[in-house]
């Protein structure tokens, strides 16, 4: 899948791919488990232990695995997850569980790239509502999904442990605003 009107790196497009249970996910998982988002790293493993873990996860229909290639070599510079958490198998809600750029990648629209896929395909499949739990120090994360319309929609105290606080935020797509 490509998504139009962003260009990068400057000379070309950045292509954005949903992974199929074909696809090897181990460059996304390198990349997945290689960034800082700001919230414990026993937080991300457990939600991603492994690549297996992953790719059976896939399989099952239960998460959706993007990446953002520029490179041309194959290793993905951005990746981003959305998981259908089993209160929402009927498919109305989704979580945006991770976005996440290679640092020299950076402020160069990848991440709005990728949110704007998740958000083109959540749309296409008829999800209502898209939600991201985002940590408070994680200015930068608050700023891109504010930019693609998500608004706060709650503020939960100690969601990462003691005094790491996250804004849930969310973005209805349509439909009874679920």
């Known amino acids: ?43 991300v493993t457990a939600l991603f232990p492994s690549p297996s873990a992953v790719q059976a996860r896939v399989k099952m229909g239960l998460v959706s695995v993007y990446v953002a290639e520029a490179d041309g070599d194959g290793e993905p510079v951005g990746v981003a997850v959305v998981i259908s958490t089993p209160q929402s198998y009927n498919r109305d809600q989704r979580v945006v569980a991770l976005v996440g750029v290679r640092p020299g990648h ?14 083109e395909d959540s749309r296409r499949e008829g999800v209502k509502k898209l939600v991201a739990q ?45």
């Open 106 to 119: 950076r402020r160069r629209g990848v991440g709005t790239t990728l949110l704007r896929a998740v958000i």
């Open 1 to 43: 899948m490509e998504v139009e009107g962003l260009s990068y790196p400057p000379s070309g497009e950045v292509r954005v791919r949903r992974l199929s249970e074909e696809d090897d996910l181990t460059p996304a998982f390198r990349l997945m488990m290689s960034l800082d988002y700001g919230v414990p790293e026993e937080a």
């Open 134 to 178: 985002v940590p408070v120090q994680n200015k930068a994360s608050a700023a891109l999904f504010l930019k693609n319309d998500f608004r706060f929609e709650s503020y939960l105290r100690d969601a990462y442990g003691m005094g790491r606080d996250s804004y849930v935020m969310a973005l209805r797509l349509g439909g009874d605003g679920a």
